[in-house]
């Protein structure tokens, strides 16, 4: 037969242990916050039915991925591209069975087929917490809690969640006098003012929306918003946007918010008040959020969401308020190793227990079920090495923390030799005495 | 826009919070028993390579589902339908990455194309564990030591591994004298014998492989070997396969298990030997597991395994031993509903705020950040009950443990009403109180 190669598909990709362990500590962490927040998790099929993911919308063509049975339709189903039509799916399909508000969480696997570049995958993990069925701020607030809260239980110290909302971007139309079909693309154009000096921005505004100067002018008064306070930035756009009821309710939900906040603890140096930020444009009607890392602004933002209260309403006539938030873990996992966040660990041993003299085999098999039962990791050594020698070597190379070793003495003794690995200490002991010693660590 | 129907596609199924609360709950349980037996987690992604999948084996298009972008390739990659493929496939490839002996675990979602029947989906999860780099027997044993723990660990106690070795059954043909083109059929036929009488079987065996009455009389004295004891049991295969290399070479093998398991201390009730059990037939090389359920034999094996030697052939020259057993969740979750092993939970919470006087808005937001800051799952009441008896009845219905409760009299004396919804005792008393109760649960 011949060989096939053990390759896989581009933009695809292993967690070998050594990212795997410390990952799993990342969901188990995020599980622990959502859960204290009160999220109950869901959880969904990677595969749903096309029309349900896309909605008809052929702009989504050439990201899906198709799945289909030889000789079967090749287009009716599809891997999921994210974890909120799903939830909408439930949201309409479930009925009474779901109680309101239903705060859920969950995390999975997604997949889009974006072109290949470096550090972006077409598989990937998103874990999203979302509050449905509340349409007053305390949601949006406590969705900007949790995510304060994850950021810092995660072990990040300098990030800045930055708020807006999309009422605001919608009454720009009003306050510079342009059609409101302009909206959008104006605002892509100001959102890259972070990156661009306003020449440019000026520039752009004029060719490719065709502002006149008094438009511009007043744009340029928009962005030029800044504060220390999150008050003053607020009061400086309700000065702008006076009587443009749009922005001026956008505005009031976030007073609403920022007192909710405080009511909630959350430092005023963990967020601001950010009208810059847009968050994919069709999809949000409200508030908006994302977080940005201070020491590595150029990744984007790791935790994103804002409210969007449309969300069912591709599956029936209900109007179903909802807010939410999403964290890509590899963004976030990545950010988090350059930021020496991440603990590397090999295996997830205690302890291993060597296995060089014969006489030993039944009593070390003896040892390493007793050290298992006493609810330590634990292994014993199995591998091609025969010496006590060799066998240390490894489990140094393994970076195990203690080994346990009975040669012929401990044997005749009736005690094992515990040798911990970090302090290069080792005792002979009663194995009731090394299980204490482990369990210590 | 039209209404799209939120269905699922046949074969495939939700998860919602009352099953996911007890799912996520055994998984963390399987967890915390494959790293106390040292186990490592390694994922993989869920598409890969067809080629890799199947080794060019066109028995697989039956159950495969290949995954394409459109108007791209329609065969070249398709979801996983094990986990012990993409194992193999990760050994091949990363050589020294991976210290040898390799003890990995994976949980992971499965896809198979199976004809739709009840109980069946097409989506699934499983979780493995398999030790590669180990030809010698303890590797085995470990793996049937981890089996029995597990089952004890989630709750059963009425269970039975039975086990077997793949070189037995490859004696049969010389034992009986027939051709061993035939064995995997007459495996096949004799599996039944646990719901087929003798004379059934005996009529398979004449019609479908044209044995004769000696040859069918030897496979007689083979089904009909049992005993109370293990060695009995070895015994008497010894008697029976005198002198037939392979099969002496099995038995062999499985007193060397028995001597590991007892060192181990395995109960001896726990597990027994079964010549009847195969397990797919092409697939191991060695000592074969099952494990039945004794009060719900009906759904077959929930946690099974064996020595499958040959694992890396098709992706390298090397000869890699390798064994290991998968437990399927679904089976496994489902029995454990049956046997009242499940506790169904709606929620998470421990606490819930409740939020019904106005003028304690801001109170109510700052006790829920402080409960949540001690740790505690809580959540403040969001939903569209404006009255205490309304937002009690939903905690209630939630089968929330504690409500919190800040009227008019409790702001103004600053402190809280605690509510345990189980035992309907309620007190007032101070919010650090409160939290200790709560803790206490």
Redesign the interface.
């Known amino acids: ?9 581009g933009g ?6 050594e990212d ?2 410390p ?2 500590k990342l969901f188990d962490g995020i ?1 622990t916050v959502f ?15 096309s ?2 993911l896309t ?2 919308d052929a702009e989504f ?2 990201q ?7 000789g079967g339709d ?4 599809a ?1 999921r591209f994210d974890l909120t039509v799903p939830l ?3 949201i ?3 009925g009474d ?5 239903f ?2 969480y969950q995390i999975g ?1 997604l ?1 889009r ?1 974006e072109r290949q570049q470096a550090g972006r995958y ?2 990937f993990a998103q874990c999203d917490a979302d ?1 449905v ?2 349409a ?1 701020m ?2 949006d ?2 969705i900007i ?1 949790l995510m304060d ?1 994850l950021m810092t239980e995660l072990g990040f110290d300098k990030y800045l969640i930055r708020i807006n909302n999309r009422k605001i971007l919608n009454g720009l139309s009003e306050y510079a006098s342009f059609e409101s079909e302009k909206t959008n693309t104006i605002i892509r154009i100001i959102d890259k003012l972070d990156k661009q000096p306003w020449s440019e921005i000026e520039s752009e505004l004029k060719e490719k929306v065709s502002l006149n100067d008094t438009q511009i002018e007043k744009i340029k008064a928009f962005t030029d918003i800044k504060g220390e306070k999150q008050e003053d930035i607020l009061n400086a756009l309700s000065k702008l946007f006076w009587e443009i009821s749009i922005a001026e309710e956008g505005i009031s939900e976030l007073r609403e918010i920022m ?2 906040l405080d ?4 430092s005023r140096t963990s967020w601001t008040i950010d009208s810059s930020v847009a968050r994919g444009l069709g999809y949000y009607t409200g508030p908006v959020f994302e977080t940005q890392l201070l020491d590595l602004k150029e990744i984007g933002s790791v935790f994103s969401g804002g409210r969007y209260d449309g969300l ?6 209900q109007n179903v308020p909802a807010v939410g938030a999403s964290l890509g873990i590899d963004r976030l996992f990545s950010a988090m190793e350059t930021l020496g966040l991440v603990e590397k660990k ?4 205690q302890a ?1 227990v060597l296995n060089f003299e014969p006489k030993a ?3 070390v ?2 040892i ?3 050290l ?2 006493r ?6 050594y ?3 090495e025969n010496t006590l020698k060799g066998q240390l070597s ?1 489990a140094v ?2 970076e195990v923390p203690f080994v346990v070793i009975v040669g012929e003495s401990e044997l005749n003794e009736n005690i094992v030799l515990t040798k911990n690995l970090g302090t290069r200490e080792q005792v002979k002991e009663t194995l009731d005495e090394c299980i204490e010693r482990i369990i210590k660590g």
Chains 1, 2 share one sequence.
């Open positions: 037969m011949a060989i096939v190669e053990p390759t896989l598909p695809f990709k292993d967690y070998l242990p795997m362990i990952r799993q599980r859960e204290r927040f009160g999220f109950v998790p869901l959880d969904t099929p990677c595969v749903e039915r029309e349900v909605g008809g063509q050439k899906i991925f198709y799945v289909s049975q030889p090749k287009d009716s189903t891997l909408a799916r439930v309409a399909s479930y069975k779901i109680s309101r508000p705060r859920r696997r997949w087929g077409r598989e509050i069925g509340v007053g305390k949601a607030a406590e809690a809260s007192s909710y009511a909630m603890g959350v069912v309403s591709r599956f029936s006539k090999k295996n997830v041993l291993l085999e039944m009593k098999m003896q390493v079920s007793i298992r039962k609810g330590i990791n634990s292994a014993l199995q591998g091609s490894y190379k393994e």
